[in-house]
Every structure is written in C-alpha cells, then in structure tokens.
C-alpha cells in the first residue's frame, strides 16, 4: 500500500478522498488554487499545495503543477475525483512515469472509452447492444447519407465529449448541416476535438447506468444500476437506487452486458456504463465513464460498500474486499440530490458568501459538502455546493426523508435550486417513478406557463 494520497480536484469530492485517506492510517495532500484557500478540503487535508490562480487551465489542469506539488510533498499516488482530469489518459500516463500510482483505470482502457466512436465499436464487438449509428463524420455528403439511412429523428454528438456538449437533437433532415457545423464548434471549444457522429435518437427514453468494479487479479463485477433519468440540458439531478423501471430480466441482460464489456477491454478499477431504455424494456450503450461518479454515494448505501476505499486497494494491487454475491442485491432504496448555487428559476449560477447554514441530519441521511457558513462559493468552477443523499427501506419512504432534508436544510446568501426540488419531488409523476429524460424540460414548460 503506498504512503501518502495526493488527491488532484477540489471541493465535495477532494475532501470526501481525503477522509477515505485518512480512514485508511494513509496521509493525504490538497491541492487548491487560490480561489480555494478557505475550502475544507484543504484545511482537513494533512498537507495542501496552492498549485496556480483560479482558472483551470492554469491550476486543476494543469499536468505539470500537479505532478510537481505530489514530488514535493513526497506522494507516491494521485487519485483524480470526478471531473477536470479524472478521465485524461495523458495525465494517467504521466502519472506512472513520474512513479506515482494512478488511483483509477489502465490509461489504455481510458483512451478507448474516452472516444465515444471506438468506444460503441469495442462495445459492439463485446455484444452490447447499441443504437444505429456512425462512425465519424467528415462532409455534408456523409452527414446526409447517414441520416437517410439509419433515418430521422437523429442525435449529433461530440466524439471527444459527453455532458450535453455539441449535442444535437435533428427531427428536420432541412437542419442537418446547419446543426453539425454549430455542434463541430461546441464540441472544438469544449473539447479540442471538432469531431462528431450520429446515433438514432431513442425517443422518451429512460437513463439507467450500471456500476462497474473489477481488481487486477481478474475479478469483473458490477453493483447494480442506478437510475438517473431526472436531467436538466443533460446534467443530473436526481439519482437513485434501484431503478423503477426494471424488471428482473432486464436487469440481469443489463449487468451481464456492464460486466462482460469489462472484462472484454481488460478494465480494473471502478467505472460507470450508462444505458437508455426505451419504452419497450430494451437498452443501448450510451457511453462509458472510467472514473468514479458524481453519484457513488448512491451505490454505497444501497451495498454499503466504500468505493473510494475500494479504489485505494485495487490500486495498491489488492483484491476486492468484498462478497460479490453478497452486495448485488440493493438493500433498501437510496436517493442522492444535488443541490446547486444557483437561481432557482433560471438557473444561473450565484456564488457569494455563506451568511447561514444548516444540514440535515438524522438516520439515513448522509451530506457530502465542502461549504460552512462564512464559506464564499467561488464564481469560477460548477455551482454544485453539496449532495444530500437518503437511504430508506423503500422507495415511498426514502421520498418522504428526501424532502424533509429539503426543508430543513438552510443555505442563505447565495441562492440554491433547493425551492426547484422540493417542486419537482412533489410532482406525481416523480413519486409514481413515471418520468423519462425528457420529464424535468417538460416539467419547467409547464410550470412557466
């Protein structure tokens, strides 16, 4: 097991690492730009490095820095978080010349799902089901070949992305190039990569991802799925576990498939398929995220597993710890919120300082946060300030503890979506689990009038 634990992200998700670290008698080093100083994560570190000034390129992307602040402290592995570089091959590779264990996938797994177009090739190879699609697409003359004949409506989507980035919805083949052009153009300046492809877009569907775990001894399993289908312009929102709209069969297709995709790539580590379920029961393979999710803490009530634990061990060259029969079963149902600085209406981001604050608590609860009242939330990263996550017996129950989180948490100073999700869970729709990824836009429509 290495010594010292330098965790290369910021805020919820850095100081959620570092007290895994800590769990384990392993030492821990924040990083941080000096938008960051006061954040938890780096006061409860054991040691913290100010690797640049607030924009990213300039600190939490920075390759360079980074590896510089784990010599000079001494670290002897880098776990990534979720976001900035958990999910750049170059950065894994880095890493491992310069000695430092890479607390995540082989960079060679990495790279191949990183690319959404080899990423629906290997996994069609492998037997997992995918929608009719394309490879990348290079003129006008391809573009509109392609839509004739896998046939409207369509989806454009960035082969170097995910997140909603460059994405294009086509019902009006009269569209098509003037969608691709502007899609090149998201997709360059997100990404650095203009490419794009098509898949034939799955109307109304369901949004369901299974995750994945395997060590290096050869041992592939997954921990059940989780369903996320509630999404604004494709971020998540609410997550839970399991899912309403499986069925037995289809879940043992689904975690058969997440398994044998695995195994077929020589992956280790955790990771997350994500699937869209039609209405007729049938899934196809979206994309692969080869890191830890925003929505782990899901998954760990449901199992009661620690992944963050889990990946220090893999990494360390350990077993899983764990009785794979034993924690595929979801034990009771979990719901993670996430709660956001930001207008509750249009959804702007409002960072500024934390006048008052008070979580929930009690049994079942759990808060993954980095703020505390004085906190300034800083206007230059994602407005996410805090996930709230319940764990109950049932799905009824766990709602019924979801919103009596909502209304005693307290946030004042900036504004927060918090008034958003106690309208949404109060839907029928979401109580009954009748909704689709299309359900919050429809949601926000009608509200507005």
């Given at each position: 097991?290495?010594?010292?634990?330098?965790?290369?992200?910021?805020?919820?998700?850095?100081?959620?690492?570092?007290?895994?670290?800590?769990?384990?008698?392993?030492?821990?080093?924040?990083?941080?730009?000096?938008?960051?100083?006061?954040s938890?994560?780096?006061?409860?570190?054991?040691q913290?490095?100010?690797?640049?000034?607030?924009?990213?390129?300039?600190?939490?992307?920075?390759?360079?820095?980074?590896?510089?602040?784990?010599?000079?402290?001494?670290?002897?592995?880098?776990?990534?978080?979720?976001?900035f570089?958990?999910?750049?091959?170059?950065?894994?590779?880095?890493?491992?010349?310069?000695?430092?264990?890479?607390?995540?996938?082989?960079?060679?797994?990495?790279?191949?799902?990183?690319?959404?177009?080899?990423?629906?090739?290997?996994?069609q190879?492998?037997?997992?089901?995918?929608?009719?699609?394309?490879?990348?697409?290079?003129?006008?003359?391809?573009?509109?070949?392609?839509?004739?004949?896998?046939?409207?409506?369509?989806?454009?989507?960035?082969?170097?992305?995910?997140?909603?980035?460059?994405?294009?919805?086509?019902?009006?083949?009269?569209?098509?190039?003037?969608?691709?052009?502007?899609?090149?153009?998201?997709?360059?300046?997100?990404?650095?990569?203009?490419?794009?492809?098509m898949?034939?877009?799955?109307?109304?569907?369901?949004?369901?991802?299974?995750?994945?775990?395997?060590?290096?001894?050869?041992?592939?399993?997954?921990?059940?799925?989780?369903?996320?289908?509630?999404?604004?312009?494709?971020?998540?929102?609410?997550?839970?576990?399991?899912?309403?709209?499986?069925?037995?069969?289809?879940?043992d297709?689904?975690?058969?498939?997440?398994?044998?995709?695995?195994?077929?790539?020589?992956?280790y580590?955790?990771?997350?398929?994500?699937?869209?379920?039609?209405?007729?029961?049938?899934?196809?393979?979206?994309?692969?995220?080869?890191?830890?999710?925003?929505?782990?803490?899901?998954?760990e009530?449901?199992?009661?597993?620690?992944?963050?634990?889990?990946?220090?061990?893999?990494?360390?060259?350990?077993?899983?710890?764990?009785?794979?029969?034993?924690?595929?079963?979801?034990?009771?149902?979990?719901?993670?919120?996430?709660?956001?600085?930001?207008?509750?209406?249009?959804?702007?981001?409002?960072?500024?300082?934390?006048?008052?604050?008070?979580?929930?608590?009690?049994?079942?609860?759990?808060?993954?946060?980095?703020?505390?009242?004085?906190y300034?939330?800083?206007?230059?990263?994602?407005?996410?300030?805090?996930?709230?996550?319940?764990?109950?017996?049932?799905?009824?129950s766990?709602?019924?503890?979801?919103?009596?989180?909502?209304?005693?948490?307290?946030?004042?100073?900036?504004?927060?979506?918090?008034?958003?999700?106690?309208?949404?869970?109060?839907?029928?729709?979401?109580?009954?689990?009748?909704?689709?990824?299309?359900?919050?836009?429809?949601?926000?429509?009608?509200?507005?009038?």
């Amino acid at each position: 097991m290495f010594r010292k634990v330098l965790v290369a992200n910021r805020g919820e998700i850095a100081l959620r690492i570092i007290r895994a670290v800590r769990e384990m008698g392993l030492e821990s080093v924040a990083v941080y730009s000096t938008a960051d100083a006061d954040s938890l994560h780096v006061k409860f570190a054991d040691q913290a490095v100010c690797i640049g000034p607030p924009p990213s390129r300039q600190s939490y992307l920075n390759i360079p820095q980074l590896i510089s602040a784990a010599e000079i402290t001494g670290s002897d592995a880098i776990h990534p978080g979720y976001g900035f570089l958990s999910e750049d091959a170059e950065f894994a590779e880095v890493c491992k010349k310069c000695k430092l264990t890479w607390i995540g996938p082989p960079p060679e797994a990495m790279r191949l799902m990183g690319d959404k177009i080899s990423a629906r090739a290997a996994m069609q190879k492998a037997g997992v089901p995918i929608l009719p699609g394309s490879g990348t697409i290079n003129t006008e003359d391809e573009l509109r070949a392609h839509a004739d004949r896998i046939g409207l409506p369509v989806i454009l989507k960035a082969a170097a992305g995910g997140g909603g980035r460059g994405m294009k919805i086509i019902h009006d083949r009269a569209r098509l190039g003037n969608d691709w052009n502007t899609g090149k153009a998201e997709a360059l300046a997100a990404f650095g990569n203009p490419d794009m492809y098509m898949e034939r877009y799955c109307e109304r569907p369901r949004h369901i991802e299974i995750q994945v775990i395997a060590d290096r001894h050869g041992n592939y399993t997954h921990l059940g799925e989780r369903e996320c289908s509630i999404q604004r312009r494709h971020q998540k929102v609410i997550e839970e576990a399991p899912s309403l709209a499986l069925t037995d069969e289809v879940r043992d297709e689904l975690t058969t498939a997440a398994v044998n995709a695995i195994s077929s790539i020589g992956y280790y580590n955790v990771g997350t398929l994500e699937f869209l379920l039609d209405g007729d029961g049938r899934f196809y393979f979206m994309e692969m995220n080869t890191r830890l999710q925003v929505e782990h803490p899901v998954t760990e009530l449901v199992t009661g597993l620690d992944l963050v634990r889990e990946q220090l061990r893999i990494a360390a060259g350990e077993p899983l710890s764990f009785d794979v029969a034993a924690v595929r079963k979801p034990r009771g149902h979990a719901i993670e919120m996430r709660i956001n600085a930001e207008d509750p209406d249009s959804f702007a981001p409002w960072p500024g300082r934390i006048t008052a604050l008070h979580m929930p608590g009690g049994p079942g609860v759990r808060v993954d946060t980095h703020i505390y009242e004085g906190y300034r939330v800083p206007p230059n990263y994602d407005s996410m300030i805090a996930k709230v996550i319940v764990h109950d017996q049932d799905r009824p129950s766990a709602i019924r503890r979801a919103r009596r989180c909502l209304d005693e948490m307290v946030i004042e100073g900036p504004r927060t979506n918090i008034p958003f999700l106690r309208r949404l869970m109060d839907t029928p729709e979401f109580r009954a689990g009748d909704f689709d990824t299309g359900f919050v836009a429809r949601f926000l429509a009608q509200s507005r009038g």
